[in-house]
């Protein structure tokens, strides 16, 4: 017998990627950065530790942390709802909007979460193919649901829908639209100057990639006021942490030190993105920090396999066995990838 | 128009306590801890701050702590759910368990927060008056339900259910049953024994109060491992960061600091409670960090607020107005809340 709600019986939970503690492995299979966060993050921690009493409950709206997003993203604090990792901010958002039989749309393939969100809701999901440029469905620009949701540089695909396109959606759009923009400091463009006319946009934002804080669990959620006002009825009191608080802080009063890990990344991206098109691998343009590469109608299991053999993570997603999504990691990691990656194919010459 | 589901709109939102976070008060309105974390909190945090790679993914099932409150709580790690504070793992538990119009009984007054997860639900929640003595409602023993919550020692009275009262409970309910033992460490006893035995059990703990670790949000629920293996489908993949698993790992290291704090907790409870029972207040038996003082059909709302004019923050709920909540401090911020309190019965008098 079991005692959870029926339809909590019949799914699976998200299967995060590997997180191996121990730091062996040269880690890109979960877009984190390669690059440490911002010197005056350690230092505000080291200055403050001592100082605060962690004895008492940390500052329920995040005020400080609120008010250097807001001159970061432009907007007014009552703008801002800041979230334990912007996972929370979906799993809010999908709270928020959906009920039992209600309908979420959104492109497909993309961050497997929205999925498992929407069964937790008992909501429908409809996943519509992504056309084959990976231009936006046509579907999801015209079809009424309770909530449709762009992953914008989509995961696990890197590609971009320009902002015009997200704006045309929205005015074909009465329910609330997400924008979930976790990789966009990657991308050439972003959706925030459409806040303003279009209140039910909900832009999501995160510090875990391109400012190298995964490990703080701190995300944005950017929306008009009234928007803010209903979303936090769903949030715990207390839901990020002192320490969480004043890292975020510090590392967004150091905008020049992000940009620059930025455009790191983007030249590896474009080198390795080359490099992997010479080895015979189709690679989808990326404005994320990873890229995804392909062969088509081939599987590429063996090579996720071996790869990890050679303590090189890579995420393979079973439900794309053809693909394998590789974050961006230093200029040496990726060359000594493309040199695991030249033996394999020597490997696979020698056993023919 | 609104964009949220409809029973939303028609609720508010939890209710904090005040939190001020320039540390002008004498915080005794949310059962903070008057004092520090173990140093070891600060030392580990320290030593480890400038080595580790903020930049990746904390463990998703915090492993390291998991092991450590495995060795504390006495039950194995597969029986153990870390949370973002006990809210986040409150918050799991009544959406795995209720749905629209399920039942949650639970004895009132309590945490009002079971409340407002309650109607996030869209459930249906009774609140069974505890008895005169503040003994467990017979209803809640007898009457079938979707999910049954005991906060125990109860917020805001206090008062303590005995184990075999619980046990008691537990043989009458066939439906999951939530010990919220937020408060247990400062009780006589606690319900971890029953757990091999009830399947429906679920524990929860907490580092906010007797470990001094409000700030950091850690909560435990500890249950059989079907129970967690079930709950953990509805938790976000990295949902505790990592200087909290980290401080929270370090903290269970140093048992005997937090138990002496817990015994000098408990000493100035037991003079605290005779002190304002001489004022003429009527004082609950508490075996928590807190004490509820109350003037039967009186209203203490000026009591608090005057207590608030001389920088002390206790809890007044609009719901329960001839109470206040207090919680216990150190010596002196105990005699100095004595002190104005006869300050205000002395003006009282003036004015007649």
């Given at each position: 017998m079991s005692y959870f709600r029926k339809h909590l019986d019949l799914i699976a939970g998200y299967q995060p990627g590997e997180?191996?503690?121990?730091?062996?492995y040269i880690k890109?299979?979960?877009?984190?950065?390669p690059y440490p966060p911002s010197p005056l993050v350690v230092e505000t921690l080291m200055e403050n530790l001592r100082r605060h009493r962690l004895s008492y409950y940390p500052s329920p709206l995040c005020d400080e942390l609120r008010e250097q997003a807001s001159t970061v993203y432009g907007?007014?604090?009552?703008w801002i709802l800041v979230g334990n990792g912007s996972d929370e901010l979906l799993s809010i958002v999908f709270r928020a909007f959906l009920g039992n039989g209600d309908r979420v749309l959104y492109p497909y393939p993309t961050y497997t979460l929205y999925r498992v969100l929407a069964l937790l809701q008992e909501a429908i999901y409809e996943e519509i193919p992504f056309e084959k440029?990976?231009?936006?469905?046509e579907k999801i620009l015209t079809d009424q649901a309770q909530l449709k949701v762009i992953c914008n540089p989509n995961s696990p695909t890197g590609t971009f829908i320009p902002t015009p396109i997200i704006e045309n959606l929205l005015k074909n759009s009465c329910c609330p639209v997400v924008v979930d923009e976790a990789y966009v400091d990657f991308a050439y463009d972003n959706a925030l100057s459409l806040l303003k006319r279009y209140p039910q946009l909900i832009i999501l934002r995160t510090l875990s990639k391109s400012f190298s804080?995964?490990?703080?669990?701190v995300g944005f959620l950017i929306a008009q006021p009234e928007m803010i006002q209903g979303l936090l009825?769903?949030?715990?009191?207390?839901?990020?942490?002192w320490f969480s608080q004043k890292a975020a802080t510090a590392a967004l009063q150091d905008l020049p030190y992000m940009k620059n890990n930025v455009e790191k990344i983007k030249q590896t991206r474009q080198e390795f993105s080359q490099a992997m098109t010479k080895l015979g691998y189709e690679v989808l343009p990326s404005e994320a920090n990873f890229v995804m590469v392909r062969k088509p109608g081939e599987g590429l299991k063996s090579e996720y396999l071996y790869l990890k053999k050679n303590w090189i993570l890579v995420r393979y997603f079973p439900e794309w066995p053809d693909s394998l999504r590789i974050s961006i990691g230093t200029d040496s990691n990726m060359q000594f990838l493309i040199h695991v990656l030249k033996n394999i194919n020597k490997d696979h010459k020698d056993d023919l």
């Open positions: 997180q191996p503690q121990d730091g062996q890109l299979n979960t877009n984190e950065n907007y007014p604090s009552s440029d990976y231009s936006i469905p804080l995964a490990g703080i669990r009825k769903m949030k715990d009191s207390y839901n990020v942490n």
